[in-house]
């Protein structure tokens, strides 16, 4: 913890950010302290730490201009368990539809996954061992040798001073020779299209339960009952290859504790946990203001959201887990409905409020060549694959950004998603001849821009560029 803090001060996580999101400062900043304030509440005593709460942050800015982005990287870069949800999916407590507190459960099954993936990489040595010995039993049924434990060593080299030990290992000595000759032969990969048969679990009894709330609290009382009966096994045959995937897979889940994994999933999404909101505006529409009729799907689930972000306990299959301490990030465009629209206790409860600002053609350029994952990276190495040598000239990417910012500015402003419809289009023909082109280099300049887009230049039709 101790390093992870005098690494992780906001300037370097900006710096971080800035690897993969172009622009943004305000929001990158308001995150990086959201951040930093979280490392700082675990460096403090119990007894302070429990009475500061995260300061929940509401992003408000067009579509494609990186809000979500930036909480997914955010949570990448502290390794935290990270969801995201959509406001528009849930529907007020009494009628069908997902409840609110689900997305406290997908955290905790995000947490689960990402735990128990932690544990298996510690001890994937070790599962692929066993599963190796299995593997050979399976190969070598009828003289497979049996492991002495651990504990039985001295005894073993007792038994060998005695009369008639010798005859015996004499004859276990050419099973030990076959089986480490067919273990030289697996790990050689040369017995990996033989087939065996595996016994593996066939799942439990297929159930088909309604969506809606009682779905999920039947979900959670019976978290375990698979568990408890065990499930049925069945046998299949398949290559060694596979085989040898499926009990690496199987001694994996016996070597970790599930217990231990779930306590340690509940406790990182209580402490480190982030949910993501997004379209948060959909449900800003408070009662009497334009709505017609009973809306559940607007201030009521606003309303069931509130609790939730205040700090309530939710029962999960994997126990209660508090939401006191969880950092809510949500977002929305907000152009036809305003952030005062939401009810008001819900708005105290998102204090730091950012504005993404829309992107301009000097944006969309750097977003293009800039990023870790940038397009012009992206299509770069995927025509590599074919032996195609692509190479973009700058005054080419200055022309692409101007043509996605034309396009938005002129119909729907969609932000950054612009661009992979306009280079889509720019390289539609030479994705489609690439496999006969091997070997070829391929210049993109400006007056190849152009000739992919002369109906842009010369009518100003973007119809066809709109997604």
């Given at each position: 913890?101790?390093?992870?803090?005098?690494?992780?001060?906001?300037?370097?996580?900006?710096?971080?950010?800035?690897?993969?999101?172009?622009?943004?400062?305000?929001?990158?900043?308001?995150?990086?302290?959201?951040?930093?304030?979280?490392?700082?509440?675990?460096?403090?005593?119990?007894?302070?730490?429990?009475?500061?709460?995260?300061?929940?942050?509401?992003?408000?800015?067009?579509?494609?201009?990186?809000?979500?982005?930036?909480?997914?990287?955010?949570?990448?870069?502290?390794?935290?368990?990270?969801?995201?949800?959509?406001?528009?999916?849930?529907?007020?407590?009494?009628?069908?539809?997902?409840?609110?507190?689900?997305?406290?459960?997908?955290?905790?099954?995000?947490?689960?996954?990402?735990?128990?993936?932690?544990?298996?990489?510690?001890?994937?040595?070790?599962?692929?061992?066993?599963?190796?010995?299995?593997?050979?039993?399976?190969?070598?049924?009828?003289?497979?040798?049996?492991?002495?434990?651990?504990?039985?060593?001295?005894?073993?080299?007792?038994?060998?001073?005695?009369?008639?030990?010798?005859?015996?290992?004499?004859?276990?000595?050419?099973?030990?020779?076959?089986r480490e000759?067919?273990?030289?032969?697996?790990?050689?990969?040369?017995?990996?299209?033989r087939?065996?048969?595996?016994?593996?679990?066939?799942?439990?009894?297929?159930?088909?339960?309604?969506?809606?709330?009682?779905?999920?609290?039947?979900?959670?009382?019976?978290?375990?009952?698979?568990?408890?009966?065990?499930?049925?096994?069945?046998?299949?045959?398949?290559?060694?290859?596979?085989?040898?995937?499926?009990?690496?897979?199987?001694?994996?889940?016996?070597?970790?504790?599930?217990?231990?994994?779930?306590?340690?999933?509940?406790?990182?999404?209580?402490?480190?946990?982030?949910?993501?909101?997004?379209?948060?505006?959909?449900?800003a529409?408070?009662?009497?203001?334009?709505?017609?009729?009973?809306?559940?799907?607007?201030?009521?689930?606003?309303?069931?959201?509130?609790?939730?972000?205040?700090?309530?306990t939710?029962?999960?299959?994997?126990?209660?887990?508090?939401?006191?301490?969880?950092?809510?990030?949500a977002?929305?465009?907000f152009?036809?409905?305003?952030?005062?629209?939401?009810?008001?206790e819900?708005?105290?409860?998102?204090?730091?409020?950012?504005?993404?600002?829309?992107?301009?053609?000097?944006?969309?350029?750097?977003?293009?060549?800039?990023?870790?994952?940038?397009?012009?990276?992206?299509?770069?190495?995927?025509?590599?694959?074919e032996?195609?040598?692509?190479?973009?000239?700058?005054?080419?990417?200055?022309?692409?950004?101007?043509?996605?910012a034309?396009?938005?500015?002129?119909?729907?402003?969609?932000?950054?998603?612009?661009?992979?419809?306009?280079?889509?289009?720019?390289?539609?023909?030479?994705?489609?001849?690439?496999?006969?082109?091997?070997?070829?280099?391929?210049?993109?300049?400006?007056?190849?821009?152009?000739?992919?887009?002369?109906?842009f230049?010369q009518?100003?039709?973007?119809?066809?560029?709109?997604?």
């Amino acid at each position: 913890m101790t390093g992870e803090f005098e690494s992780m001060t906001p300037r370097r996580i900006v710096e971080e950010l800035d690897r993969y999101i172009v622009g943004q400062d305000k929001a990158k900043r308001a995150v990086a302290i959201a951040l930093r304030n979280r490392m700082r509440r675990q460096r403090l005593d119990e007894e302070i730490r429990d009475e500061i709460a995260p300061k929940n942050i509401l992003m408000i800015g067009p579509t494609g201009v990186g809000k979500t982005e930036i909480a997914r990287r955010l949570a990448k870069l502290c390794a935290a368990p990270f969801v995201k949800v959509e406001a528009t999916k849930y529907t007020e407590v009494g009628y069908v539809g997902r409840d609110v507190e689900s997305m406290i459960r997908d955290l905790m099954a995000a947490g689960v996954a990402m735990v128990k993936a932690e544990m298996q990489a510690g001890v994937a040595a070790e599962a692929d061992r066993r599963a190796e010995e299995r593997l050979l039993d399976l190969l070598l049924p009828g003289i497979k040798r049996p492991e002495p434990s651990p504990g039985a060593a001295p005894a073993t080299q007792q038994l060998a001073a005695m009369p008639g030990a010798a005859a015996a290992q004499s004859e276990a000595g050419p099973s030990a020779d076959t089986r480490e000759k067919f273990r030289a032969l697996l790990a050689a990969g040369k017995l990996d299209d033989r087939e065996v048969e595996v016994t593996v679990s066939g799942g439990g009894p297929a159930i088909e339960i309604f969506s809606g709330n009682q779905m999920e609290e039947m979900e959670v009382a019976l978290g375990g009952l698979s568990g408890l009966f065990g499930g049925k096994r069945k046998k299949k045959t398949v290559t060694v290859a596979e085989a040898r995937r499926i009990l690496a897979a199987e001694e994996l889940d016996k070597l970790v504790d599930l217990d231990r994994a779930s306590e340690e999933a509940r406790r990182r999404v209580q402490e480190t946990g982030i949910v993501f909101i997004d379209e948060i505006d959909k449900i800003a529409n408070r009662e009497g203001r334009g709505a017609a009729g009973v809306d559940v799907s607007r201030e009521g689930v606003q309303r069931d959201i509130l609790p939730i972000v205040e700090g309530s306990t939710v029962n999960t299959k994997w126990g209660p887990v508090d939401t006191t301490h969880i950092l809510f990030i949500a977002a929305g465009a907000f152009n036809v409905s305003k952030p005062q629209d939401l009810i008001p206790e819900l708005q105290g409860r998102f204090p730091i409020r950012v504005e993404l600002e829309a992107l301009s053609p000097k944006d969309f350029e750097r977003i293009l060549t800039e990023p870790r994952n940038a397009l012009v990276k992206q299509y770069t190495q995927l025509l590599s694959t074919e032996g195609v040598g692509l190479e973009f000239a700058p005054e080419a990417v200055s022309r692409i950004a101007e043509i996605a910012a034309a396009a938005n500015s002129a119909t729907e402003n969609i932000g950054a998603r612009r661009l992979q419809t306009v280079m889509e289009r720019l390289l539609e023909e030479l994705s489609f001849e690439a496999p006969d082109m091997a070997g070829v280099k391929v210049l993109v300049d400006v007056p190849y821009v152009d000739s992919r887009f002369a109906d842009f230049a010369q009518r100003q039709d973007l119809s066809r560029y709109i997604l």
